[in-house]
C-alpha cells in the first residue's frame, strides 16, 4: 500500500512539473489563461446559472486541456524530427487545429450566454 501511494505522489509531481513548464514556457496558454480570467469575470458580472458555469467551466478546461496537449505534441514532433519536414509540420498543424476548433467553440459558447446578457 505505501509503494502505491508513493507511485501516486510521484505520478502528481510528474503532471505538476508539466504544468509550471507550460504555464512558463507557452505564450499561447497564457493567451487562453487571459481569456479565462475575462470570461470568469465577466460570468461574475452578469451572474450567471449553474448550468452556464458547468458550460463555461468545462469549455475552458477543454480548450487549455487541447493547448496543453498541443504542447507535449509539439515537444514530442521536435524531439523525433528535429529537422524540418513536411509531415512534421502536418501533425504540428493538425494538433493546433485542435486547439483552434476548440477555441471556436469557447467563442460559440460564450455568445449563447453572454451575448443575451448585453
Known amino acids: 500500500m505505501c509503494n502505491f501511494i ?16 507550460v504555464l512558463k514556457n507557452e505564450t499561447n496558454l497564457k493567451i487562453h489563461l487571459i481569456a479565462t480570467l475575462v470570461v470568469v469575470a465577466a460570468g461574475f458580472y452578469f451572474q450567471i446559472n449553474t448550468n452556464e458555469w458547468c458550460l463555461t467551466a468545462l469549455t475552458i478546461g477543454l480548450v487549455i486541456s487541447l493547448e496543453i496537449v498541443n504542447s507535449a505534441i509539439e515537444k514530442l514532433v521536435d524531439l523525433v524530427s528535429p529537422e524540418k ?33 448585453l
Open 6 to 21: 508513493k507511485n501516486r505522489i510521484r505520478s502528481f509531481s510528474y503532471a505538476i512539473n508539466g504544468l509550471c513548464y
Open 85 to 117: 519536414h513536411p509531415k512534421a509540420g502536418l501533425i504540428k498543424d493538425i494538433a493546433a487545429a485542435s486547439v483552434l476548433f476548440a477555441a471556436i467553440i469557447a467563442i460559440c459558447v460564450a455568445c449563447f450566454i453572454f451575448l443575451p446578457k
